[in-house]
């Protein structure tokens, strides 16, 4: 009776090891292999932090070249204009999050990084709040880049944490 019963727990545990059981996970990677393949104006991008329990979602809603100094903003300086960009960000994860104003680029088509400007306020809505998220809180708003005329702004780079993400312009 033992014999019996052995060859049908190997079937058993070899039924179990099927390789038409779906597909693997994707394997783990620190964000840079996603930057690889932009998205796009309307396109939204999940990237985690750098402590435990942040996560931002982003999404590109909108964007100008030019962008129209607010009276009361700076000008750009002489030979360049401002691009702007929309910007949703939304904390989806466990734990306050800071808004990356800091880490956010325009990138024209000789490669060349773009700084958003401080003080960048557009006529095309508010400025983007540099403000920390709480978990489920979001903010909405433009990021003014100073960028010299003769240059196409191709991209916008973001990155956050480890994680970098782009967007086609």
Request: net charge positive; proline share 7%; glycine share 12%.
């Amino acid at each position: 009776m033992a014999t019996a019963l052995v060859p049908a727990l190997l079937l058993s545990l070899t039924a179990c090891q099927s390789s038409t059981a779906g597909p693997e996970p994707a394997p783990r990677t620190n964000g840079k292999a996603a930057a690889a393949v932009p998205a796009g104006v309307g396109d939204t991008a999940d990237v985690g932090g750098s402590r435990f329990g942040e996560h931002l979602r982003i999404s590109l809603r909108g964007f100008v070249d030019p962008a129209v100094p607010t009276k009361a903003a700076r000008r750009p300086a002489a030979g360049h204009r401002w691009v702007g960009v929309n910007l949703r960000l939304v904390n989806v994860g466990g734990a306050a999050y800071e808004a990356p104003l800091t880490k956010a680029w325009i990138v024209d088509e000789h490669g060349r990084k773009h700084p958003a400007v401080t003080s960048g306020e557009v006529t095309t809505g508010f400025p983007l709040s540099g403000k920390s998220l709480q978990v489920g809180d979001d903010s909405e708003g433009w990021l003014a880049f100073e960028v010299p005329y003769g240059s196409r702004a191709v991209r916008l780079h973001c990155t956050v944490g480890s994680q970098e993400r782009n967007w086609q312009l």
